[in-house]
């Protein structure tokens, strides 16, 4: 078997005929850049599960699906903002894409403070060029990730969040991603989020899809937490039961920098959603959280990579995940503390239930730990629902499927209550519920 | 665990104490399990010898090497004890021979 | 015994300790009291010599020589030993190996045979009944999953079997029932003698009901704030510390 997987998608043989479209199409350096990434994709192709960190999720279904690129006419949001009961609140910059595309009549920027720029990344191009460029050259430089090469050769708009030094951005900041296309359409939005020293930042990034149509959402985003910044962070995937979701952040963290990231994935038939965080400043911080429900033959992926290279930083994980039906989980965790990474405290906790009998959870921690003077620790475990938990629940009154649900909120609690915020809290109570509500097995 | 592995139990742990500053460790357990009845735990940590320990010991009129050897065969011995006794002899002594030099 | 003038030290770049005086002679038992942060527990762990506690004014002297010379362990094996308010686990080291190492480093270092396992056995089973010790917790791992009681009396069981000359108890009555204080008690007062001189830690007086001390001294913000016999305990059980280190800080 091979390591990789070769796929012939529709949209990467057109790339030429495509390119003229493309945010910051004619700047020479983008230009150059896709192009560049676009024969690393071709050469990287997808990789198989031959590849160690895909041992545990495969492509090939998604390499055999005929995706073509989102575009302005693959249809605009159709999405009724309302019935998604759970997203968003009322007072917060927004910005909407559809299917890819900016969507300005759903976005909604109150006025900014100096010293922020909330924008999609086209006009951030156009506007504030050389404040981009850095970062984007530095991301698409740095290795040999198919998937990244891919979005970085395709890239279209995404989110661009600028803080300069010492602002604090009280408002709290919406990326909704929005996809119900008509036939199986890839989607490559590039995000930027820079937080200057000192400054404060919110956001909240939501993927729901719904729709029978295949659709696959590749999305990049790239974090800078300048020195003493801190970026709390959240995501949402609800994607339709038809979509591939296969998303990276890349954060790295100057000297006690703060990063804050919350994961909520319940939807889409295949995810994965990878998350990179670097503390390369002395001192920093990073706290990653979340929760993966699955059901029927949903396949959820989290992989996270904590990279400790100088000394004193804290890195904090607690993931937990709900697998029902013929699901399967995937955690991979990765802490790495580099010989300069002296006094670092590294801990990750990975807590599975398996409520059917045809549930799959497959756990890989990692800790590589190259340094003495540290503290890092991984706990995983799997296991269904305690039978005498159940039987005391039931002998106070409640039914089986009552009791049930009772320990499962419970058992996802700990992670719901890290979130600070009511609001959000309230909105991942809602998506709990109902998940909930559809119906567990009954075996 | 695979599929057909009914009411399984399978509890891990896997502890690394570093001693001086140019040694690694790295633990990269798979845990795979296809039964919901089976349950599985993993843990591992990887830490130095706390300070608070090595106080305790050179209060007691310890040297920093008899307390680092001290706490070191303590660390082993909780699995050591598991041994069949000539194995356990063995091992014991290659713990004794690997601290040598090792603080200074 | 052991001299402490306008001893000044800093831990956590905050100044802790600020000109204590303190002299103790052979034989004699000394009480500190003093309410939480007052220094108490900083006191004790700079006599012992712990890393990060930094003298940064003053000296101590003990038996004529400068004792902030010496390293934990040199301190140790002249003799001085400190029980912790919060006795160390040490997984996987039985108490009897912890023990003998401990009792043969301070044996080696005064120029003695070290102790072969049992002969060991044998000098632990003298001191061990009076404290009511039993075997299986010499052989469980040194305080790994002893209660409250136990490791006090753990650390009394060392201090019996290291003969020091001069023992700091660093709140040696905390989390301990009265059956349990009385055990201990008694432990200290048998390891009463004319060559050997204590320092008692203490929040409450009650412990002192049991080891009765030739002195008490009260200490606050880092200073010895009021000095007397035992009956200065009494007082402060009655009138509590307010009065004295309000007054003190104003």
Redesign the interface.
């Known amino acids: 078997m091979s390591r990789q997987i070769i796929a012939e998608f529709p949209f990467v043989e057109r790339f030429d005929e495509l390119s003229a479209e493309f945010p910051g199409a004619g700047l020479d350096w983008l230009d150059t850049m896709r192009r560049t990434s676009l024969d690393r994709f071709n050469r990287l192709a997808l990789p198989s599960t031959r590849v160690e960190a895909w041992k545990y999720t495969n492509l090939r279904e998604l390499a055999k699906t005929p995706f073509e690129m989102a575009e302005a006419s693959s249809g605009s949001a159709s999405l009724d903002l309302s019935e998604q009961a759970a997203m968003g609140s009322e007072s917060a910059h927004r910005l909407v894409f559809a299917n890819g595309i900016y969507n300005a009549s759903l976005s909604r920027l109150e006025t900014l403070p100096d010293g922020v720029i909330i924008t999609n990344l086209e006009d951030a191009l156009t506007t504030h060029g050389s404040l981009v460029r850095p970062h984007l050259e530095r991301l698409s430089s740095l290795e040999e990730d198919a998937l990244l090469a891919l979005n970085t050769a395709f890239m279209m708009n995404g989110y661009v969040v600028i803080v300069e030094e010492g602002i604090e951005v009280g408002t709290p900041i919406e990326l909704l991603f929005l996809s119900d296309p008509s036939s199986p359409t890839s989607i490559h939005p590039r995000n930027l989020i820079v937080a200057g020293a000192e400054s404060n930042a919110k956001l909240t990034e939501w993927h729901v899809g719904s729709g029978d149509s295949d659709y696959w959402s590749n999305p990049v985003t790239e974090v800078v937490v300048g020195p003493e910044a801190a970026v709390s962070h959240r995501k949402v995937q609800r994607e339709s039961a038809s979509a591939f979701h296969l998303a990276q952040t890349r954060v790295s963290l100057a000297g006690n920098a703060t990063y804050t990231g919350f994961l909520m994935s319940a939807g889409a038939r295949l995810s994965r959603c990878e998350v990179e965080a670097r503390l390369e400043g002395d001192g920093a911080n990073c706290e990653l959280d979340g929760i993966y429900l699955a059901r029927d033959h949903q396949h959820s992926d989290i992989t996270t990579r904590i990279a400790h290279t100088e000394p004193g930083g804290n890195s904090r994980q607690v993931f937990k995940g709900v697998l029902d039906g013929h699901s399967h989980g995937v955690f991979q965790g990765q802490v790495s503390v580099s010989?300069d990474a002296?006094r670092t405290d590294g801990h990750q906790l990975n807590k599975?239930l398996?409520?059917?009998?045809g549930?799959?959870?497959?756990?890989?921690?990692?800790?590589?730990?190259?340094?003495?003077?540290?503290?890092?620790?991984?706990?995983?475990?799997?296991?269904?629902l305690d039978e005498l938990e159940l039987f005391y629940l039931r002998s106070r009154g409640l039914d089986a499927e009552e009791a049930r649900q009772v320990l499962i909120r419970a058992f996802i609690a700990e992670v719901v209550e890290s979130v600070e915020e009511g609001d959000f809290q309230d909105q991942l109570n809602t998506i709990i519920d109902d998940w909930l509500s559809n119906g567990l097995s009954t075996s | 665990?695979q599929?057909k592995a009914e009411n399984s139990r399978n509890f891990t742990q896997c502890d690394?104490l570093?001693?001086?500053?140019?040694?690694?460790?790295?633990?990269?357990?798979?845990?795979?399990?296809?039964?919901?009845?089976?349950?599985?735990?993993?843990?591992?940590?990887?830490?130095?010898i706390?300070?608070?320990?090595m106080?305790?010991?050179?209060?007691?009129?310890?040297?920093?090497e008899?307390a680092v050897a001290?706490?070191v065969?303590?660390?082993?011995?909780?699995v050591l004890q598991e041994l069949p006794m000539e194995f356990a002899v063995e091992a014991q002594k290659l713990v004794g021979i690997s601290l040598e030099g090792s603080v200074g | 015994m052991l001299e402490i003038k306008n001893l000044h030290a800093r831990v956590d770049d905050r100044d802790v300790l600020n000109g204590i005086d303190l002299s103790i002679s052979a034989g004699e038992v000394h009480a500190i009291m003093g309410p939480n942060g007052s220094g108490k527990s900083t006191l004790a762990y700079v006599l012992?010599g712990?890393?990060g506690y930094e003298v940064t004014e003053g000296s101590i002297h003990y038996q004529g020589n400068d004792l902030l010379d010496l390293?934990?362990?040199e301190?140790?094996?002249e003799g001085i030993?400190?029980a912790?308010q919060y006795?160390?686990e040490?997984?996987?080291?039985?108490g009897t190996?912890?023990l003998r190492?401990?009792v043969n480093?301070?044996r080696k270092?005064r120029g003695e045979k070290e102790f072969d396992a049992m002969q060991f056995v044998k000098y632990v089973r003298e001191k061990q009944s009076e404290l009511n010790i039993t075997d299986d917790m010499l052989r469980r791992?040194?305080n790994v999953g002893f209660s409250g009681g136990e490791k006090k009396r753990n650390e009394i069981l060392?201090m019996a079997l290291?003969e020091p000359k001069f023992a700091v108890l660093d709140e040696t009555d905390s989390g301990l029932d009265i059956d349990a204080l009385k055990t201990v008690a008694d432990g200290v007062n048998t390891l009463r003698d004319p060559n050997r001189s204590m320092l008692v830690i203490t929040h409450y007086q009650r412990l002192l009901d049991y080891i009765v001390p030739d002195f008490v001294h009260v200490l606050a913000h880092g200073r010895i704030v009021k000095s007397g016999g035992k009956e200065l305990a009494l007082e402060l059980e009655k009138e509590g510390y307010g009065a004295l280190t309000g007054t003190q800080a104003a």
């Open positions: 010989p002296q599975t398996l409520l059917s009998e549930a799959e959870i497959d756990t890989k921690p990692e800790l590589e730990i190259c340094a003495d003077d540290v503290k890092c620790s991984h706990g995983a475990t799997a296991g269904q | 665990m599929g690394s570093l001693i001086g500053d140019k040694c690694g460790a790295h633990t990269v357990p798979y845990i795979e399990v296809k039964n919901r009845s089976a349950k599985v735990e993993h843990e591992a940590t990887t830490s130095k706390s300070d608070d320990q106080m305790y010991c050179q209060q007691r009129g310890m040297s920093a008899e001290l706490i065969n303590g660390f082993c011995k909780e | 012992a712990r890393d390293a934990i362990e301190r140790a094996r030993f400190l912790f006795p160390v040490i997984p996987g080291v039985a190996t912890f190492t401990a480093s301070l270092h791992p040194v060392q290291l």
